[in-house]
């Protein structure tokens, strides 16, 4: 359960400024906060996006804020394989959370979706082993379908911001039968931000990008003349 209280309680106080070094004032900030935290709240009072029959396997991502609060995101891997298999159906959701910053920018690269050969190195590093029934993986090792990694750039503190969406026991099987230039496709943000579950999945999403881009204005990471166009209309 989301409880993002200590997170907004922590962008409000004197302790932000001197942990994350912030040396800029940024206009009209502890209201912007207080907006967003309303905005948060008003969003889970919205329905549960209507998907039709798409009942399919759901991915969670925990995210952990600085505040001590989480936030476990849902993206519907169903509806996301529908949105990668036929484009036009992109064309029905609104554009109002596009935006092209937020391509995928990877290989000169400037796309929403890429298909890709992953190296076994690469995907080493983001298999959830954890999360992997090594019998079933054994039996993935030899499949032709693509393994769906998701971009987080810019919302993600990991040092490699990506994320097996689809295709975990895939990846893991491959790797570890040695198996090199695995079959896959890079998803970017403007793609998978339409396969979230609910309208409060969408509105962390683009509150949490915009309060990492003010705090990276505020201690000089990026010109204030840069921000705006990285920034979603809340």
């Not at 798409?54 to 891997?77: A, H």
């Not at 190195?121 to 769906?148: P, T």
């Not at 683009?206 to 705006?228: A, P, Q, T, V």
């Amino acid at each position: 359960m989301n409880n993002l209280d200590n997170f907004f309680d922590y962008l409000l106080s004197m302790d932000i400024k001197r942990d994350l070094k912030l040396t800029k004032e940024y206009p009209n900030y502890r209201e912007i906060i207080k907006s967003y935290k309303v905005k948060l709240q008003q969003s889970k009072l919205e329905p549960i996006i209507t998907l039709g029959s798409l009942k399919g396997q759901i991915y969670t991502l925990p995210f952990d804020l600085i505040g001590g609060s989480t936030f476990e995101l849902k993206i519907n891997i169903e509806l996301l394989n529908l949105l990668l298999e036929n484009k036009t159906e992109l064309n029905k959701f609104s554009d109002s959370d596009y935006n092209k910053e937020f391509r995928i920018k990877v290989n000169n690269c400037d796309e929403d979706s890429m298909d890709m050969l992953f190296s076994k190195d690469f995907l080493s590093r983001i298999v959830y082993e954890d999360q992997v029934d090594k019998e079933y993986a054994k039996k993935c090792v030899n499949s032709e379908e693509a393994v769906i990694c998701g971009d987080f750039t810019g919302l993600s503190t990991n040092q490699v911001p990506f994320f097996i969406l689809d295709g975990n026991h895939k990846a893991y099987g491959k790797v570890k039968a040695g198996k090199d230039d695995i079959r896959g496709v890079l998803v970017g943000r403007n793609i998978w931000i339409k396969a979230l579950m609910t309208e409060e999945d969408k509105m962390f999403i683009k509150i949490f990008n915009n309060i990492n881009f003010i705090l990276s204005y505020r201690n000089g990471r990026i010109l204030k003349c840069d921000l705006n166009k990285y920034m979603y209309n809340i």
